[in-house]
């Protein structure tokens, strides 16, 4: 289906359809197309005909089919994480905070969407369940990890999805799908219910095919809950009654340090051409630094592993999950268990957490992160005093060859550098489609995102200006599926 949110509320509205075609319609559509693709893990179309039977159309959502990243709990649904740890393994017993307050706004949870195993991974190649491709070329990678969520809303396999961004797992996947993927401030969504990678990093966000249904779906996952003790008390403000304010004298800062070397020359020049669209429209624009960008990455792969290795721990063969066949004994029991449950990737970065946390390099390896992470935070508390946003490239290049990284972890890991450093500081981003690039042996041009990153819960101004560029150009319409 091609309708957006808003699309479909109004044909809710008048009639034109119902919740219950719309959701046969959308079945059909995952049933035809999502073999080439693989972003779905599962869909339950009967439990979802049951909810649409009595869906209330007078709700924000009423009616409205959201996927769900394989990693957020929602009762009576499986959630394997895409790992065989829990893959066939484990039913969720309850409803994560997002899902509730969907549900409250009168949203259908429908489908499980695919994903990097456990959300480790960059272009969803480490799902331990089945590949998916991008929509726009399936000999490429759809972004990760919340690949598949970008994947089914590029291929109008689903109105929009949740997704969750550890280091750019909404964003990226976003800009390479050719959507519209939004990462809150930390503490503006509520983690209960999903399965944490890094605890300090890890938020829950929307992907969409336009930032109008960004806004309306933030509106609805927002605000505070006393099971989420990273949840902050903040007011929750009207996102969408800000959309189509002017931008007039929004100042916007470009950081050097993300247009040096190593882009893409397509993917900078379709950032620069969006920057001159936002100029345009009113804004200004002024040169920034971001001096501790050079320490990001490797900041980012010591604290994101470190609390993996701890929130991991628990998958251990015993209460749930994948167990190993007739273990001698249970030190073989937890052995075995945990190498044939987890993937590759997902072995790696424990194995990474857990060194760093070890006597004699702790304090070697991630005290000392923790305080390269507080300046990088303080590099943008300055940035934030001279300028309201700031854009940059979502990714240094367009989405690259299934299997052309898997072997350089390194490389797979550089991908991140425009990204991750929005997850260390705890601020909101967005990735807007901003335009393509001729890639050799691509079947036809690729997305580019444009990412603007805003203050923290500074959402508003962020989806003012996103939209403002949006509604400005003809990006966000083309569609992998014409």
């Known amino acids: 289906m091609k309708h957006t949110i808003s699309e479909l509320r109004a044909a809710y509205a008048s009639g034109d359809t119902t919740p219950t075609e719309a959701i046969r319609s959308l079945s059909e559509t995952i049933v035809s197309?999502?073999?080439?693709?693989?972003g779905y893990l599962s869909h339950d179309l009967e439990t979802a005909l049951a909810e649409a039977a009595h869906a209330d159309l007078a709700k924000p959502l009423g009616g409205v089919p959201i996927a769900i990243k394989d990693?957020?709990?929602?009762?009576?649904?499986?959630?394997?994480?895409?790992?065989?740890?829990?893959h066939g393994h484990y039913t969720s017993p309850y409803d994560a905070t997002v899902i509730r307050k969907l549900r409250e706004a009168g949203a259908i949870p429908f489908g499980r969407a695919n994903m990097d195993e456990f959300a480790m991974g960059s272009s969803n190649e480490n799902s331990g369940i089945q590949i998916c491709r991008n929509p726009w070329d399936t000999d490429r990678i759809p972004g990760g990890s919340s690949g598949g969520s970008a994947a089914i809303v590029a291929s109008d396999t689903a109105i929009a999805a949740l997704g969750s961004d550890t280091g750019g797992s909404i964003r990226q996947p976003a800009s390479h799908c050719g959507v519209v993927g939004l990462k809150p401030t930390y503490g503006r969504v509520s983690r209960f219910g999903l399965v944490a990678f890094a605890s300090s990093l890890d938020q829950i966000g929307p992907l969409t095919k336009t930032t109008e249904d960004a806004a309306r779906l933030l509106q609805a996952i927002s605000g505070h809950d006393e099971r989420d003790s990273t949840s902050l008390k903040e007011p929750v403000p009207d996102y969408v009654a800000a959309l189509g304010q002017d931008i007039a004298g929004l100042k916007i800062g470009l950081p050097k340090e993300y247009f040096a070397e190593g882009l893409n020359p397509q993917v900078r020049a379709a950032v620069e051409t969006a920057v001159k669209q936002l100029e345009s429209l009113g804004a200004e624009t002024v040169e920034i630094s971001l001096p501790n960008t050079e320490h990001a990455v490797a900041v980012y792969y010591i604290i994101a592993t470190a609390e993996a290795s701890a929130n991991l721990a628990r998958f251990d063969g015993v209460r749930y999950g994948h167990r190993a066949a007739n273990p001698e004994d249970l030190l073989d029991h937890y052995k075995r268990s945990r190498a044939e449950g987890f993937g590759e990737e997902v072995k790696r970065r424990i194995i990474l957490g857990t060194y760093v946390l070890s006597s004699g390099y702790y304090d070697a390896y991630y005290l000392r992160a923790q305080k390269v992470r507080t300046l990088?935070?303080?590099?943008?508390?300055?940035?934030?005093?001279?300028?309201?946003?700031?854009?940059?490239?979502?990714?240094?290049?367009?989405?690259?060859?299934?299997?052309?990284?898997?072997?350089?972890?390194?490389?797979?890991?550089?991908?991140?550098?425009y990204t991750i450093s929005a997850n260390l500081?705890?601020?909101?981003?967005?990735?807007?489609?901003?335009?393509?690039?001729?890639?050799?042996?691509?079947?036809?041009?690729?997305?580019?995102?444009?990412?603007?990153?805003?203050?923290?819960f500074g959402e508003t101004d962020l989806l003012r200006a996103a939209h403002a560029y949006e509604q400005s150009t003809d990006w966000h319409r083309q569609r992998a599926f014409a």
Do not use: W
């Not at 990693?71 to 829990?86: E, F, Q, R, T, W």
């Not at 934030?384 to 898997?406: C, Y």
């Not at 072997?407 to 890991?413: F, N, T, V």
């Not at 393509?436 to 580019?448: D, I, K």
């Open 33 to 38: 197309r999502d073999g080439d693709i693989g």
């Open 425 to 456: 500081a705890g601020i909101c981003g967005i990735s807007v489609p901003c335009g393509f690039a001729e890639t050799e042996g691509a079947a036809r041009p690729l997305p580019v995102g444009l990412q603007l990153l805003g203050k923290p």
């Open 71 to 86: 990693l957020i709990n929602v009762k009576g649904h499986p959630c394997s994480c895409a790992s065989k740890m829990l």
């Open 376 to 417: 990088i935070r303080e590099d943008f508390t300055k940035a934030f005093s001279q300028v309201d946003l700031i854009a940059s490239p979502v990714s240094p290049t367009p989405p690259f060859r299934l299997g052309e990284k898997l072997d350089d972890p390194l490389a797979m890991y550089l991908a991140d550098i």
